[in-house]
């Protein structure tokens, strides 16, 4: 069983910053891509930043610049550093990871239980 738990969202004034935090946990062999997604009331989710194993990184446009992934795969543990926050950010924010629980298992997809981040104007 894997767990996946965020930590760091939180109430900031725009043009603030936020680091969120995602650590996995259990029975793990490899981490693949990890991910934070993002969904506002009345709007789909969309995918704010991936960090793959490799260490290739990609932004949704509207975050590039001000937004950075990282990862720590010692600690199986994936940031979020928010800078320059807008309101238009305030969203549900989860990570998510695609990891395999052996080395014969197929990758399986895990999410965390989101945390909430509002910006205000």
């Known amino acids: 069983q894997v767990q996946l738990v965020e930590s760091g969202g939180g109430l900031v004034q725009a043009g603030g910053s936020l680091r969120l935090s995602c650590a996995a946990s259990?029975?793990?062999?490899?981490?693949?891509?990890m991910a934070w997604y993002r969904q506002a009331p009345g709007k789909q989710r969309e995918l704010v930043a991936v960090?793959?194993?490799?260490?290739?990184?990609s932004y949704l446009d509207s975050v590039k610049g001000r937004f950075t992934i990282s990862r720590d795969n010692a600690k199986n543990t994936v940031y979020l550093q928010m800078n320059s926050l807008k309101p238009e950010d305030t969203a549900v924010y989860s990570c998510?990871?695609?990891?395999?629980?052996?080395?014969?298992?197929?990758?399986?997809?895990?999410w965390g239980q989101g945390t909430q981040v509002t910006v205000s104007s």
């Open positions: 998510n990871a695609l990891i395999k629980s052996s080395s014969w298992s197929r990758p399986s997809d895990y």
């Open positions: 259990g029975s793990i062999f490899s981490i693949n891509a």
């Open positions: 960090a793959t194993s490799g260490g290739a990184t």
